[in-house]
């Protein structure tokens, strides 16, 4: 039985955030295509800490431009619609549907329709430079 060594290991006390203490107005990430409201939630959880965890707003029209990722990364989306790029393949998704992005691809992803897309974005923390 190995779980009693696991209590050995002390971890950081738990953290509860309120999205609406991390939320900010601004023009989206990567082209500033419209604006967006951006909950940065995991920010607001003390290192260490290994993981992202966000939620973007993107308002009618607005869209988090292509660039290249680090890592692997995970847009999914709870309201609105949006066509998700990943090295120039399109996809659409709609709420309760997720897409898994690889560490070396170019993505993106814009609202269409008539309401905002909503969508959680996940990924891990970027290493710190060696000193």
Do not use: N
Not at 35 to 42: E, G, H, L, Y
Not at 68 to 78: G, K, L, Q
């Amino acid at each position: 039985m190995f779980w009693p060594l696991l209590l050995l290991v002390q971890a950081p006390p738990m953290v509860v955030i309120d999205e609406v203490d991390t939320e900010v107005r601004e023009a989206p990430p990567h082209g500033a295509i419209g604006m967006s409201t951006a909950f940065r939630i995991s920010d607001a959880a003390p290192q260490p800490r290994t993981m992202e965890f966000r939620r973007r707003v993107l308002d009618v029209g607005a869209a988090i431009g292509e660039h290249p990722i680090a890592h692997d990364e995970v847009y999914y989306v709870t309201s609105g619609r949006g066509i998700v790029t990943s090295d120039g393949v399109e996809a659409e998704l709609t709420p309760g549907m997720a897409a898994y992005l690889y560490d070396g691809a170019v993505v993106g992803i814009r609202q269409v329709g008539d309401e905002p897309l909503s969508i959680i974005i996940a990924y891990p923390v970027a290493p710190k430079p060696a000193e």
